[in-house]
C-alpha cells in the first residue's frame, strides 16, 4: 500500500518551469519599464524642461557613454545568471522533495506491513513507525495519509471482551493484545491533538473518520478540535474509559451521530464546545456513564436531535450553556437518569417540557429551569 499522491503534489512532481527566452524577455521587459519609471521619477524631481544639445562629444562624456554601456551588459548578464540561478534552485527544491517523499513512501510501505503482522509486538511499531512518519512527512496530505491509515486500523471487526468465548484464554490474550495496539493509536493521536496548533507536529486541522469503530478505552482528555472532520458516526462505547475531557471543540464538523454507549464510561468533564457542529443526532445511551460534568457550551451547534436516552447515566451537572445553539428536539427519555441540576445558563432547545407536561423519568433540571419559559 502506498500513500496517496494529491494532484497539487502530483502536479509538482512533474515541475513545470517556463522556457528561458521567454523569462529572460520578461525579466528584460521588467527591468526596461522599472528603468523607465525611475528615470521618469528622477526627471521630474530634477524640474528638467528638456535636453541640452551637444555638437561634439568631449573625451569624459565618450567615457561615460562606454562605462554606460558596460554597465548595460554587466546588468544583463547579472539578470540572466539570476534567472539561471532561481530555476536551478526550482529545480534543487523539487528533487529534494521528490528524495524525501521517495524516502518516506518506502518507510511508509514497510509500517503499513508492520500493522499486517500477526505479532502485536511487531503491530505496536508498526503504530509508532506511522505515527513518527505523520510527524516527519513532507506535505500536510502525506501526514494526513498517516492518519487516515491510522484511522482504518481502528475501523477494522474488532470483538469487545464481552463478546469474548467464556474460559478461552487464547482468546482473551490475543484481544489483550489487540487492545494494546488499538488503545496505543488512540493516545497518539490524544498527544498529537494536544500540541498548540503552531507546533509543528500538531495534528489538529486534520480529518478523523472513526465511522463504526469499537471504543473500549482511551484518551481523548485535553485534546484540540480545532478544523477538520472528526467522523464518530455509528461508532460504539463498549467498555472502559473513553475520555474526552477537558477537549475542546472549536471549529470543523464532529460527529458522534448513531453512536452507542454501553458500559464503562465516556468522560467528557469541562469538555469546551466553543464552534463549528458537534452532533450526537439519534446516538443512543443505555448504559454506562456518559459525563459532560462542567463542560461549557459557548458557541456553535451541539446537537442531540432524536437521541436516545435508554439506561444508564447522562451527567450534565454544573455544565455552563452561555451560546451557541444546543438542540433537544425529538430526544427520547425512558429510563436514562439524565441530571442537569445545578447547570448554568440557558436552558438547551426543546428540553424543558411545555407547562401541561410532565418532566419524563430520570430527566433531572436545574432548578432556573423548572420555572422558565420552555419556548
Not at 130 to 147: S, V, Y
Not at 297 to 316: E, L, P
Request: aromatic fraction near 10%.
Amino acid at each position: 500500500m502506498s500513500p496517496r499522491l494529491p494532484r497539487r503534489q502530483a502536479e509538482r512532481r512533474g515541475l513545470r518551469l517556463w522556457p528561458v527566452g521567454i523569462v529572460l524577455v520578461l525579466a528584460f521587459t521588467t527591468a526596461v519599464l522599472v528603468a523607465a519609471a525611475v528615470f521618469y521619477a528622477g526627471w521630474d524631481l530634477l524640474g528638467a524642461r528638456e535636453l541640452k544639445p551637444e555638437r561634439r562629444l568631449d573625451s569624459e562624456t565618450l567615457f561615460d557613454l562606454v562605462k554606460l554601456a558596460f554597465g548595460v551588459v554587466a546588468g544583463a548578464g547579472a539578470l540572466v545568471a539570476l534567472v539561471v540561478a532561481y530555476r536551478r534552485q526550482r529545480i534543487d527544491e523539487d528533487g529534494a522533495l521528490r528524495d524525501a517523499t521517495r524516502l518516506h513512501t518506502e518507510r511508509f510501505t514497510t509500517a503499513v506491513s508492520q500493522l499486517g503482522d500477526e505479532s502485536a509486538a511487531v503491530r505496536l511499531g508498526g503504530v509508532h513507525a506511522l505515527a513518527g512518519l505523520a510527524d516527519d512527512a513532507p506535505t500536510r496530505e502525506l501526514r494526513q495519509t498517516c492518519i487516515d491509515v491510522l484511522c482504518a486500523y481502528l475501523r477494522l471487526p474488532y470483538t469487545s471482551e464481552a463478546d469474548l468465548p467464556a474460559d478461552d484464554s487464547e482468546a482473551r490474550h490475543t484481544y489483550l493484545s489487540l487492545r494494546e495496539v488499538r488503545h496505543t493509536i488512540v493516545r497518539l493521536m490524544g498527544d498529537h491533538l494536544r500540541l498548540s496548533l503552531q507546533h509543528h507536529h500538531s495534528w489538529q486541522g486534520h480529518d478523523f473518520d472513526f465511522t463504526g469503530v469499537t471504543f473500549d478505552g482511551g484518551d481523548f482528555g485535553g485534546a484540540v478540535f480545532s478544523g477538520g472532520t472528526l467522523d464518530l458516526s455509528e461508532a460504539e462505547f463498549s467498555g472502559g474509559t473513553v475520555d474526552f475531557g477537558r477537549a475542546t471543540f472549536s471549529g470543523g464538523t464532529v460527529d458522534f451521530s448513531a453512536t452507542k454507549s454501553f458500559g464503562g464510561t465516556v468522560d467528557f468533564r469541562r469538555a469546551r464546545f466553543s464552534g463549528g457542529t458537534v452532533n450526537f443526532r439519534w446516538a443512543e445511551f443505555f448504559g454506562g456513564t456518559v459525563d459532560f460534568g462542567q463542560a461549557t457550551v459557548s458557541g456553535g451547534t451541539v446537537d442531540f436531535n432524536a437521541t436516545k436516552f435508554s439506561d444508564g447515566t447522562v451527567n450534565f451537572r454544573h455544565a455552563v450553556f452561555s451560546g451557541g445553539t444546543i438542540d433537544f428536539s425529538e430526544a427520547e427519555f425512558s429510563g436514562a437518569t439524565v441530571d442537569f441540576s445545578r447547570a448554568d445558563g440557558t436552558a438547551p432547545h426543546s428540553l424543558v417540557p411545555a407547562a401541561s407536561s410532565s418532566l419524563p423519568d430520570g430527566l433531572i433540571l436545574a432548578a432556573a429551569w423548572q420555572t422558565s419559559d420552555p419556548s
